[in-house]
């Protein structure tokens, strides 16, 4: 259970408006409200949590009042919503109200549409059992509403002493419809009576009681929650009510009970230590929900008639006591093993801290008795003592209020669905990347023919620029100078990429260098693998050779049963008349101890042979723990290479990107430098040479333009070819990490095959130890066998020795008295007769003992036989549940598509019901009720319910 804590009773306070007979009579509308939690009568003040007013409609009252409480009964905790008032107060309106009006129903009505439509839409690994009773306490005995033949039923207590009614009806539901026509089917057996203030009035207590019980398919997690909903009979004065008769006698009873009540709320209101519950039965059966385990929230029913003003302040004096009172509520789970263990931890380590707590105080205390002092920081730390046990009971309650889940597992490394999408994403944005790098190139050609048209255009400013000589002249330092500039700068640029170039030379080599780090991991990789299979072939032979001598130790028992049946029989059938009879079985059981010392030697072989194959089961486990780890470390040593692989490529991107940006920032500079000299020559030739004509100059301009064309040109040229290169160079780091992936995938297919290899040795481990415990039965059965035998033939051969010896005798002294006595007396006859009685009966208890021996052994396959045979109807039906859970997986599937295209055209009321109301019946979130089940899981479920 969940930590508990305590929460006051929720009492709320409702009026209802003036009847007719009311009005009539010309009463006044006495309550005077002041805000939402208060309301004044005669001048006097009245708190609580909620009061409503007369105008209040039932959703609204439903929505502030017991909605909550839903959620609180799923999550496990238990509820109780009762109304009191007097009689014709509006009780059974607010809690029935019209049964089937969606405006005008109460608060049963709609509660268990709510949980239903709540259950609808939880978590589908939820499964909830639902039952509902409904009875009445009439003339202070329960009778039960849904089977009017249970009269006068006894409240008894459960376990936990919680109180229940025994023998009441419990009906199992799974719809609304199956709710109202249990409610309506117990409404029809109520007791009701015509008063002179009210045409129908209740006179019983009613409770309607559901209990859910819900279950977590894949944690084991079961909760339970109970909700009491109580309609309890009004208090009446018989002088308002004209009460006569058989309805007089009913009210007495009710206010009887209703007295009593008053008398419990008045006892847990003042703290009293005996709290009168037995005095009535209406109190015994809500003993839970008056001071328990229980969130109970009290409707307090008025009337606003000045006629009724008396009892009016009596029921709200009622409900403010029955404010004051506590509940401690707790979850209602039931723990799983792991949680039942993880709390036995905890106990055990409070009580191992509370022991030396105890052992410190012990000590101390001798101390100061026997006169020592003890100094402060060898003194109890009483504050540090109770923080360590307050987090021990911190932590003991978190355990017991989170469930805990079933821990998921790893069998084996493998791509999941998102793995996959992410490769194919990689993939995509690579050949993204190639489809840019093919653009960039059209682009670049692009730019190309752009240039082109400038230079084109630079000739018409060449043009141009010979009007705006003097202009030039005058600039023509300071450009030299940018030149000069220019050129350091160039000359940096430079260094900086043979740098570049000498990075991206390392970075390759660093590629190589982990990808032979790579390969050579994948060599021992499979160096691991063939030793294991090695490890599996002597595991094997190991088995055969414990087969080979499982058979010896059998053919051996069977020659050795045979002999000693053998002997048995031998000694049983020769007559005991000769002396040489002796000598034959000294040498059956010479025989009979040789082949019992020759199993035994067996024996001891068999137990050494054993112990070697444990040893070498320890090795191999232990082997296959190191290969585990050492195949986890090759897994993080690829994960680093993948991560490296990725650094170098954004590393080779950027370096291109700087590369490409330097070497247009050349291009520019070089064209600028040629288009400034060619200015420099041609004013040159014009102040030297004026009398060349113009034509001339401007041929010399266009060769100098031609030959920066031709290296422009070949600069393009070289930076494609660099390109192309850039672009194997990407293709090979593609294919690389491709062949990475692939060796990835291939060891963690390796690493499943050694998973299960791993398991089928330690199955054939445990049918090792099996056989080993087989043969140690055997042997503990012989050696009683060896025994038994044993004591049996010393009595044999005492009795042999005792008959020659006397036979001997009595012939010496038959010799001596031949003359005088040839006959033997009578009582050596009968002794002769008795000896060879014993004989005969010993004889066929040894031949009794073989027979049974014979019979157990006969017994042991026919035993190993059964015990195979059930275990391969274990398999079966495990087997055949795994396939009904699939199956019923597959339908829960299919039935919820089928509903989501009925639902908003088929009401949940049409549905038929099942034939059977006392069936559990499951109900999962997401399935309409009536829709039809598997019928495997329904057994199951019904059987575990």
């Known amino acids: 259970m969940a930590d508990p804590a305590q929460c006051s009773i929720k009492v709320v306070c409702r009026f209802r408006p003036l009847n007719s007979s009311e009005v009539a009579r010309g009463d006044k509308y006495i309550p005077k409200f002041n805000g939402h939690d208060c309301v004044h009568i005669a001048g006097k003040p009245y708190y609580f949590d909620h009061v409503f007013q007369s105008n209040t409609t039932q959703v609204e009252f439903y929505e502030a009042v017991a909605q909550k409480i839903v959620r609180d009964v799923l999550e496990g905790y238990n509820g109780t919503i009762f109304a009191y008032g007097q009689t014709s107060s509006g009780k059974t309106h607010t809690m029935e109200g019209k049964l089937h009006d969606p405006d005008m129903m109460g608060i049963i009505p709609r509660i268990v549409e709510d949980i239903f439509n709540h259950i609808y839409s939880m978590d589908e690994n939820l499964e909830f059992h639902i039952k509902v009773s409904y009875f009445e306490i009439y003339l202070d005995k329960i009778r039960d509403l849904l089977d009017v033949t249970k009269v006068n039923l006894s409240v008894h207590e459960d376990k936990n002493r919680v109180p229940f009614v025994k023998g009441c009806t419990e009906r199992f539901v799974c719809s609304p419809d199956e709710v109202m026509d249990?409610?309506?089917?117990?409404?029809?057996?109520?007791?009701?009576?015509?008063?002179?203030?009210?045409?129908?009035?209740?006179?019983?207590?009613?409770?309607?009681?559901?209990?859910?019980?819900?279950?977590?398919?894949?944690?084991?997690?079961?909760?339970?929650?109970?909700?009491?909903?109580?309609?309890?009979a009004g208090s009446e004065?018989?002088?308002?009510?004209?009460?006569?008769?058989?309805?007089?006698?009913?009210?007495?009873?009710?206010?009887?009970?209703?007295?009593?009540?008053?008398?419990?709320?008045?006892?847990?209101a003042e703290g009293s230590a005996h709290i009168p519950y037995r005095d009535s039965k209406m109190t015994r059966i809500l003993q839970d929900s008056l001071g328990g385990n229980c969130r109970t929230t009290m409707v307090i029913c008025c009337s606003p008639s000045s006629f009724n003003d008396a009892e009016t302040k009596s029921t709200l004096q009622f409900g403010q006591r029955a404010?004051?009172?506590?509940?401690?509520?707790?979850?209602?789970?039931?723990?799983?093993?792991?949680?039942?263990?993880?709390?036995?931890?905890?106990?055990?380590?409070?009580n191992k801290t509370l022991r030396c707590t105890v052992t410190w105080l012990e000590n101390e205390l001798n101390r100061w008795r026997n006169g020592d002092s003890v100094p402060v920081e060898e003194q109890f730390d009483k504050e540090k003592a109770k923080a360590e046990v307050q987090a021990l009971d911190s932590a003991l309650n978190n355990d017991k209020a989170a469930p805990t889940a079933a821990p998921s597992s790893l069998t084996g490394v493998k791509l999941t669905g998102a793995e996959k999408e992410k490769c194919a994403a990689e993939m995509a944005k690579l050949y993204k990347e190639l489809d840019e790098k093919d653009d960039e190139i059209n682009q670049q050609s692009q730019l190309l023919e752009k240039l082109k048209e400038q230079m084109l255009d630079q000739e018409e400013l060449l043009n141009s620029s010979r009007c705006d000589h003097d202009t030039l002249q005058t600039e023509l330092n300071r450009l030299l100078a940018e030149n000069e500039a220019s050129k350091e700068e160039v000359k940096e640029v430079l260094q900086a990429l043979e740098e570049l170039a000498v990075n991206y030379d390392q970075k390759s080599q660093e590629v190589e260098d982990k990808t032979k780090e790579f390969e050579a991991l994948s060599e021992e990789l499979n160096q691991k693998s063939s030793s294991l299979a090695s490890i599996d072939s002597e595991l094997q032979k190991l088995k055969e050779m414990t087969n080979h001598q499982k058979k010896r130790v059998t053919e051996m028992m069977s020659s050795l049963l045979k002999d000693l049946a053998e002997i048995g029989i031998a000694v049983g059938s020769n007559d005991i008349k000769q002396q040489d009879s002796s000598g034959l079985i000294d040498e059956e059981f010479t025989v009979a101890r040789l082949y019992i010392s020759k199993m035994k030697s067996e024996v001891k072989t068999m137990v050494k042979r054993s112990k070697q194959l444990e040893s070498s089961q320890a090795e191999s486990v232990q082997n296959m723990a190191e290969m585990e780890r050492e195949l986890a470390a090759c897994r993080l040593r690829i994960s680093q290479h993948e991560a490296k692989i990725k650094s170098l490529t954004d590393c080779v991107l950027t370096v291109e990107q700087k590369k490409r940006q330097l070497e247009e920032n050349v291009d520019s500079l070089s064209e600028e430098i040629v288009r400034i000299k060619a200015q420099e020559k041609v004013n040159t030739m014009e102040k030297e040479n004026e009398v060349q004509s113009t034509s001339q100059v401007k041929e010399a301009v266009e060769k100098q333009i031609q030959s920066q064309r031709e290296t422009h040109q070949r600069q393009i040229s070289s930076l494609r070819d660099e390109l192309d290169t850039k672009d194997k160079l990407i293709t090979e780091l593609q294919d690389?990490?491709?062949?990475?992936?692939?060796?990835?995938?291939?060891?963690?297919?390796?690493?499943?095959?050694?998973?299960?290899?791993?398991?089928?040795?330690?199955?054939?481990?445990?049918?090792?130890?099996?056989?080993?415990?087989?043969?140690?039965?055997?042997?503990?059965?012989?050696?009683?066998l060896e025994e038994t035998l044993t004591r049996e033939l010393q009595t044999l051969h005492n009795l042999r020795r005792l008959f020659v010896q006397d036979l001997s005798t009595r012939v010496k002294k038959n010799a001596k008295r031949d003359s005088e006595e040839l006959e033997i007396t009578t009582a050596q006859k009968q002794k002769i007769c008795f000896l060879e009685n014993n004989l005969q009966q010993l004889t066929k208890v040894h031949k009794q003992l073989v027979h049974d021996n014979a019979d157990l052994r006969c017994e042991i396959p026919k035993m190993e036989k059964r015990l195979r045979a059930t275990a391969e109807r274990v398999k079966a039906l495990e087997a055949a549940l795994k396939e009904a859970k699939e199956n019923a997986a597959r339908d829960q599937k299919r039935y919820q598509q089928e509903v989501e295209r009925i639902k908003d055209t088929v009401k949940p009321k049409n549905m038929g019901r099942r034939a059977s109301a006392q069936i559990a019946k499951p109900i999962r979130p997401g399935q309409l009720p009536g829709?039809?089940?598997?019928?495997?899981?329904?057994?199951?479920?019904?059987?575990?319910s």
């Open 182 to 232: 249990a409610i309506d089917e117990g409404k029809n057996n109520r007791h009701v009576a015509v008063t002179n203030m009210n045409e129908h009035s209740s006179r019983s207590h009613s409770i309607f009681l559901i209990h859910i019980k819900q279950e977590n398919t894949q944690t084991e997690q079961k909760m339970t929650g109970k909700l009491y909903l109580v309609d309890l």
């Open 237 to 268: 004065k018989v002088g308002k009510t004209g009460a006569e008769g058989t309805v007089l006698d009913e009210a007495k009873m009710i206010n009887k009970s209703l007295s009593s009540l008053g008398i419990v709320i008045s006892a847990l």
């Open 323 to 350: 404010k004051t009172i506590k509940n401690t509520v707790t979850l209602n789970v039931e723990l799983t093993a792991e949680q039942w263990k993880n709390k036995w931890t905890r106990e055990k380590e409070k």
């Open 736 to 784: 690389l990490n491709q062949e990475i992936m692939l060796e990835q995938e291939r060891l963690r297919v390796e690493h499943e095959k050694l998973k299960a290899a791993d398991q089928d040795k330690n199955r054939q481990l445990q049918e090792l130890t099996m056989l080993l415990d087989k043969q140690e039965q055997a042997r503990q059965d012989l050696k009683g």
């Open 931 to 944: 829709a039809p089940l598997i019928p495997s899981l329904n057994r199951s479920n019904f059987n575990s």
